[in-house]
């Protein structure tokens, strides 16, 4: 089902980009041997849930496919829960704020993007 996406959704379908470039991102500078971290295994299937995010939200601005919606927004959900233990190993309290940071703007994201699209207006006539 495609439909014109509203300003809301652009909003939600930028954060989505920027939220998944970063987890590809990460990949690039891995956690270093003897720190606490997350592990290579979650930061490649957090770089495959970007590169997701990223391809789904070019193609959702492009046709306004609902469906890819839902599977950007899974994957952002996704990639959210993969930071969760960050909240549970002995890290800094700024990591940790970020990281609860980057959890609020996912689930904002995800209400962008999931808010209603433009309907066309229904107009009676009546002669």
């Known amino acids: ?3 014109q ?3 809301r959704q652009r909003t939600g379908l930028v ?3 920027v939220l998944s470039a970063g987890n590809i991102a990460s990949l690039a500078e ?3 041997d003897g720190e606490a971290g997350a592990p290579i295994a979650v930061l490649v299937v957090g770089a495959l849930l970007g590169a997701i995010g990223v391809v789904g939200s070019v193609l959702v601005w492009r046709t306004g496919d609902r469906r890819v919606t839902r599977v950007v927004c899974g994957a952002l959900l996704v990639m959210a829960l993969l930071a969760v233990p960050a909240f549970f190993v002995d890290v800094s309290a700024g990591l940790k704020a970020l990281v609860g940071a980057v ?3 996912t689930l904002l994201t ?4 999931l808010s209603p699209g433009r309907q066309p ?3 009676e006539y009546q002669s």
């Not at 995800?110 to 993007?113: A, S």
């Open 110 to 113: 995800c209400v962008l993007l």
């Open 121 to 123: 207006a229904q107009v």
């Open 1 to 3: 089902m495609t439909t």
């Open 103 to 105: 959890t609020l703007l």
């Open 5 to 7: 996406i509203s300003g």
């Open 15 to 17: 954060l989505a980009i």
């Open 30 to 32: 891995p956690t270093p």
